[in-house]
Nanobody, 126 residues
Framework: QVQLIESGGGLVRAGDSLRLSCAAS????????MAWFRRAPGKEREFVASISWSGDIAHYSESAEGRFTISRGISRYTVHLQMNNLTPEDSAVYYC???????????????????WGQGTQVTVSS
């Protein structure tokens, strides 16, 4: 059974940084790309960033590009999201997701991810 556990959320001020982490267990291994999505109150879930199993291919949303960095830990079953220069618009519940099998869905399509964490709240005050 796949399990994803997020950590690192919290309340910060605009301009601050946060580092989210996601620890995965039960993944099939090779091919398990992982990603971060977020959902703000009253808004649709949106893609933030993704990373390949090898860690050498990453994709970012337009809002995350240049401010956020996704990376694999020493263990490929851990993924981090370093978020810098946060703004109130970044406030949301952030979800870690992992691909659990073959899919034609592209990296920013949530339907391609078969496992999801419970989410961690990020709140940025102005």
């Amino acid at each position: 059974q796949v399990q994803l556990i997020e950590s690192g959320g919290g309340l910060v001020r605009a301009g601050d940084s946060l580092r989210l982490s996601c620890a995965a267990s039960g993944l099939p291994g090779s091919g398990s790309a992982m990603a971060w999505f977020r959902r703000a109150p009253g808004k649709e879930r949106e893609f933030v960033a993704s990373i390949s199993w090898s860690g050498d291919i990453a994709h970012y949303s337009e809002s995350a590009e240049g401010r956020f960095t996704i990376s694999r830990g020493i263990s490929r079953y851990t993924v981090h999201l370093q978020m810098n220069n946060l703004t109130p618009e970044d406030s949301a519940v952030y979800y870690c997701a992992a691909k659990t099998g073959p899919t034609i869905a592209v990296y920013n399509d949530p339907r391609g991810y078969g496992a999801w964490g419970q989410g961690t709240q990020v709140t940025v005050s102005s």
